[in-house]
């Protein structure tokens, strides 16, 4: 029996907006199965497996020919669990070390074989941040999705990055560029988190115009993919609003992607577990770097705008 992937939930959003907790609390799930983990080595192998050379994050429905799509499916097929326990361990230690790769194959056999004897169709949440300049690609890929767009106001969010671009030797995209970074306020030589097009003009700039370019850019691309998406399978949401009514906010989200909001997705929105965050959230920790902020207050001012945030205090 050959299983399928239907009605997937993609979750995008700039990194650092809180697609990490979204993610977390909907891949609880036993209803969705999940990688646990963003998808980055499946577009690397598309890359590797079409030949083609990666400049930025854009993807378009024309670069999805059948070839592809065969491919993507059957690596999200392939790695695609049922089981956060085993999942997120995998993702955390065993994936890391090649010492584990006959492990790894071993999981990844046995699960493959459960989904090929037992299950004809099966659902999946996705989240990947850079998938926000792929809507049209996954939108082609998987023509029954739903999109979670999560959105967060500017400030805290640039900040964020700010924070994880100066934590050493972590969320790091590209290590090897056509050209040097000389970026003001970044001692590291690796770019961070995505690369939106035209990123090369700011390889010379201060490290809040490079965060505060990553934010307009993926927020822009994510609002420009979804403008042609159909009202009913797409969904948008406030960091800030999940994080403050984390239970309501999920009771209201699983209703619309017709899951039951009950067991362990229920059990952590009482009480929303800390994820993948540089510094312990709290709330306005962007003032703490106002001045960076307020030198990027307009660039950012029209896109805060567009998602209905306020500058004001």
Not at 31 to 44: G, K, P, T, V
Not at 228 to 251: C, F, G, H, P, Q
Not at 278 to 302: F, G, S
């Amino acid at each position: 029996m050959k299983s399928t992937i239907i009605k997937p939930i993609i979750i995008i959003g700039c990194p650092r907006s809180g697609t990490s907790l979204l993610f977390t609390l909907l891949s609880a799930s036993k209803h969705l199965w999940s990688l646990y983990r963003e998808s980055n080595l499946i577009w690397s192998d598309y890359y590797k497996f079409k030949g083609k050379h990666f400049n930025n994050e854009s993807l378009a429905d024309s670069d999805l020919d059948e070839t592809s799509k065969s491919f993507i499916l059957r690596e999200f097929h392939k790695y695609a669990l049922n089981n956060q326990y085993i999942g997120y361990f995998t993702r955390d230690h065993l994936i890391k070390h090649s010492v584990f790769n006959k492990l790894v194959g071993a999981v990844t056999d046995c699960n493959l074989l459960y989904k090929s004897l037992f299950l004809k169709e099966y659902r999946i949440v996705e989240k990947t941040p850079k998938n926000c300049f792929r809507i049209s690609f996954i939108n082609k890929l998987f023509e029954d999705c739903k999109f979670i767009f999560i959105k967060r106001d500017g400030r805290s969010n640039i900040n964020s990055l700010i924070e994880g671009w100066r934590v050493p030797n972590k969320y790091i995209r590209r290590q090897e560029l056509d050209r040097p970074l000389n970026i003001k306020g970044y001692e590291g030589t690796y770019w961070k988190y995505v690369l939106p097009p035209n990123w090369e003009n700011y390889v010379n700039k201060s490290l809040e115009e490079v965060c505060a370019f990553q934010w307009v850019s993926s927020n822009r691309a994510a609002l420009e993919g979804l403008s042609k998406i159909d009202n009913s399978r797409k969904y948008t949401l406030a960091y800030e609003d999940l994080a403050e009514n984390t239970y309501d906010v999920m009771k209201n989200l699983c209703e619309y992607v017709e899951i039951p909001f009950s067991g362990e997705v229920e059990q952590l929105s009482v009480k929303p577990p800390l994820v993948n965050f540089v510094t312990k959230p709290e709330k306005d920790k962007w003032k703490k770097n106002i001045n960076l902020i307020q030198n990027i207050y307009p660039v950012i001012d029209p896109m805060m705008k567009e998602l209905n945030y306020t500058l004001s205090f």
